[in-house]
């Protein structure tokens, strides 16, 4: 199993950025696919990003495309989403998710406490 720990959330305006973090613990972490997903109040939980392992391949969610990198550093066991160009519809709750056979929407397995991003107009 992982231990997921997601830091970084807050309060920007529109047009701002933020750095989300993921912190695993854990054996084996290089040997997950990693995750973002996100839920605003009243919404059920939608996929934002992924990566694979050493990084081969990223997927986003469109809405979320040009705005949105997501990273890993294997050697830090921490997954990573800067999140550029802010809009108030992207205010939601955060999770990182790790999957040892799946990226992408069907992810499935540990989960993070998530961390809160507020973005105002």
């Known amino acids: 199993q992982v231990h997921l720990v997601e830091t970084g959330g807050g309060l920007v305006q529109a047009g701002g950025s933020l750095r989300l973090s993921c912190a695993a613990f854990?054996?084996?972490?290089?040997?997950?696919?990693m995750g973002w997903f996100r839920q605003a109040p009243g919404k059920e939980r939608e996929f934002v990003a992924a990566?694979?392992?050493?990084?081969?391949?990223?997927s986003y969610a469109d809405s979320v495309k040009g705005r949105f990198t997501i990273s890993r550093d294997d050697a830090k066991n921490t997954v990573y989403l800067q999140m550029n160009s802010l809009k108030p519809e992207d205010t939601a709750v955060y999770y990182c998710?790790?999957?040892?056979?799946?990226?992408?929407?069907?992810?499935?397995?540990?989960w993070g406490q998530g961390t809160q991003v507020t973005v105002s107009s």
């Open positions: 990566i694979s392992r050493s990084a081969a391949t990223t």
């Open positions: 998710a790790a999957d040892s056979s799946k990226m992408g929407p069907e992810m499935e397995g540990s």
């Open positions: 854990g054996r084996t972490f290089s040997n997950y696919y």
